[in-house]
Structure formats: structure tokens, C-alpha cells
T-cell receptor
Framework: AQSVTQLDSQVPVFEEAPVELRCNYS??????LFWYVQYPNQGLQLLLK??????LVKGINGFEAEFNKSQTSFHLRKPSVHISDTAEYFC???????????FGKGTSLLVTP | EADIYQTPRYLVIGTGKKITLECSQT?????MYWYQQDPGMELHLIHY???????EKGDLSSESTVSRIRTEHFPLTLESARPSHTSQYLC??????????????FGPGTRLTVL
């Protein structure tokens, strides 16, 4: 069975600083990995996804993530955050053989001036 | 931008009432999902559907029921609402055609409060 652990429930950061949101997964088979963002009072929006190939994946809004198979991690990064990046970020994993998505508990990113 | 809609966005209702949360998508996606989301917790899958006349229960047991009479429509019903049903409900859809992965597109959610 697959599971997702988001190591930080809250990450406070100043505007224009870099940020990393951590995600680790466990699975006995190959996986697809996703990051979603949820702005206040909205649904989830896909930020980026790893399917295969290059381990560095670029997404929308300047975010990128790196897949590390040996460490079973898929950390999300942005070199310079903006106030508008304040949101909840969810990491999710899907096994190759199926269609189900398992989500982590989310990380709340709070960007302050 | 995904075209998936949920109504109502917010609902406050008394115990014992019957409610239906609406979800529609205009992308022609075969698979649709309902998730329950509590603050600070992961999303839990409560129902999904592979297509018309197909409904399955998800990982989290739920007293709600769903139907899929049309491809674009996937309503969720609670016959008798209780305070324990207070939560946010998110609808999603994905395209079954072609290979995985399962990129799901989400609606804005319905925040339900049962008094």
C-alpha cells in the first residue's frame, strides 16, 4: 500500500525568500507523483506532476519539484515566494497500475512581507 | 483551467435534513470522485465512478450515496444529515482514455455545516 508523508504542517516564510515543502512517499511499485495547491475557499489546482524521465519537474507559478527515487522523496521548491503563494499544498501519489490518488495531510505555506 | 462545478459552495443545515451536493463537469471525463476534507487532514476518497451507472465506495466509509446517470453529473446525497457530516466535500474528475497517470481536476468544493 502506498502512503504520503508531508513532513511540515506549516511553513512560514518571508516574501522573496526561497522555500522547500517536503514530501516523502512509500510504495512497493513505481509511482506517479503530484503536487496540488489549494487557495482559501477554493478547490485543488494541479501544480506539477512527475510521470517519468527527468527527475526535475517544472510546474506553474515558478514551482519545481525533484523526484528522488532512492530517498522516496518529491520535494517542492520555489526560489522566491510571493504573498500570493500563501495556500495549502498537497502532495499525492498514484501507483502505475491503478488510478487512485493518495494525498498527504497538506502543508500550509504562509508568506509574510 | 478545469471545467468542474460544485453547488452550493456553502450550506448550513439542520440535523435530519436530506441534502444533495451537485457536481458537474464539461470535459467529458469518464471517471469522477468525491473526497471529504477536514481541516489539517488529508483528502479521503468516499465515492468514485468509472462512468454512467457505475459507482463504487472509496477508502473512507461514508453514509452518503452517489449516482451517475449522466457522464457529466455526479451528485452526492445525504438522506439524514448529522453534525458528524460537517466537512468540506470536493468533487474531481479524470480522463480514463489513454494511459495513467490519473491527473484529477477538482471543483471548488462545498463546505457543509450541520447544526
Amino acid at each position: 500500500a502506498q502512503s504520503v508523508t508531508q513532513l511540515d504542517s506549516q511553513v512560514p516564510v518571508f516574501e522573496e525568500a526561497p522555500v522547500e515543502l517536503r514530501c516523502n512517499y512509500s510504495s512497493s511499485v513505481s509511482v506517479y507523483l503530484f503536487w496540488y495547491v489549494q487557495y482559501p475557499n477554493q478547490g485543488l489546482q494541479l501544480l506539477l506532476k512527475y510521470l517519468s524521465g527527468s527527475t526535475l519537474v517544472k510546474g506553474i507559478n515558478g514551482f519545481e519539484a525533484e523526484f528522488n527515487k532512492s530517498q522516496t522523496s518529491f520535494h517542492l521548491r520555489k526560489p522566491s515566494v510571493h504573498i500570493s503563494d500563501t495556500a495549502e499544498y498537497f502532495c499525492a501519489v498514484s501507483e502505475n497500475s491503478g488510478y487512485a490518488l493518495n494525498f498527504g495531510k497538506g502543508t500550509s505555506l504562509l508568506v509574510t512581507p | 483551467e478545469a471545467d468542474i462545478y460544485q453547488t452550493p459552495r456553502y450550506l448550513v443545515i439542520g440535523t435530519g435534513k436530506k441534502i444533495t451536493l451537485e457536481c458537474s463537469q464539461t470535459m467529458g471525463h469518464d471517471k469522477m470522485y468525491w473526497y471529504q476534507q477536514d481541516p489539517g487532514m488529508e483528502l479521503h476518497l468516499i465515492h468514485y465512478s468509472y462512468g454512467v451507472n457505475s459507482t463504487e465506495k472509496g477508502d473512507l466509509s461514508s453514509e452518503s450515496t452517489v449516482s451517475r446517470i449522466r457522464t457529466e453529473h455526479f451528485p452526492l446525497t445525504l438522506e439524514s444529515a448529522r453534525p458528524s457530516h460537517t466537512s468540506q466535500y470536493l468533487c474531481a474528475s479524470s480522463d480514463l482514455r489513454g494511459l495513467p497517470p490519473n491527473t484529477q481536476y477538482f471543483g471548488p468544493g462545498t463546505r457543509l455545516t450541520v447544526l
